[in-house]
Structures are given as structure tokens and as C-alpha cells.
Nanobody, 120 residues
Framework: QVQFVESGGGLVQPGGSLRLSCAAS????????MGWYRQGPGKERELVAH???????TYADSVKGRFTISRDNANYLDYLFMNNLKPEETAVYYC??????????????WGQGTQVTVSS
């Protein structure tokens, strides 16, 4: 069974930093793109960042210059480096993998989410 699990969330003060990780398990042949979404209280889930196999990246305007997404293709790991965090960025952060090629076919996967709380 293919699964994606996030880690690295927690409580951080405004202006602090965190690194989120998304680790895949199971047999995976390839992944087209991986990304991070977040959903704060009373808000819609929004794209934070994503990265394609070729390394091209996209960021939400609100996080440009502060967040960095990267991936380890060999191990199907995805990282989100978050700097200078703001209280309004308190949310559950979800790992998303698009175009995951497995023995069962191609599909998309979501992690269960990791809580990030930015508060003094």
C-alpha cells in the first residue's frame, strides 16, 4: 500500500522556522509532482508550494521568499522549509503527490496532515 506521511509540525513562535517532511512508503515508480497545501481554521485548503520532477517550483505569493520546497527523488521525500512564520499561517499542512505511478496504476495521494501552530 502506498502512503504519504507528513512530519515536522509543531508549535513555533512568530518569526520562527520549521521544516516539514513528507515521506512515501510502498512501491512507487515515479511521481510527477509533489506539493504542500494548508488549511487554517475556517479557511479553504490552499496550495502553498509544489515541485515537479524537473525541479520547477511554484509558490503561493504569500510565502515567496520565505518558504522553500525541495524533493529527494530517489527516496520520494518532499520537504517544505518555512522561515519567518506568521500567526495567520497556523494550519494543518498536507502533503500532496500528483501522478503517482504504482503497480496499481496512476493516482493522486494526500497525507494525513501535520499541525503547524504559530503563536507566541
Amino acid at each position: 500500500q502506498v502512503q504519504f506521511v507528513e512530519s515536522g509540525g509543531g508549535l513555533v513562535q512568530p518569526g520562527g522556522s520549521l521544516r516539514l517532511s513528507c515521506a512515501a512508503s510502498g512501491t512507487i515508480f515515479s511521481i510527477y509532482a509533489m506539493g504542500w497545501y494548508r488549511q487554517g481554521p475556517g479557511k479553504e485548503r490552499e496550495l502553498v508550494a509544489h515541485i515537479s520532477t524537473d525541479g520547477s517550483t511554484t509558490y503561493a505569493d504569500s510565502v515567496k521568499g520565505r518558504f522553500t520546497i525541495s524533493r529527494d527523488n530517489a527516496n520520494y521525500l518532499d520537504y517544505l522549509f518555512m522561515n519567518n512564520l506568521k500567526p495567520e499561517e497556523t494550519a494543518v499542512y498536507y502533503c500532496y503527490a500528483n501522478g503517482v505511478n504504482t503497480r496499481l496504476g496512476i493516482g493522486d495521494y494526500w497525507g494525513q496532515g501535520t499541525q503547524v501552530t504559530v503563536s507566541s
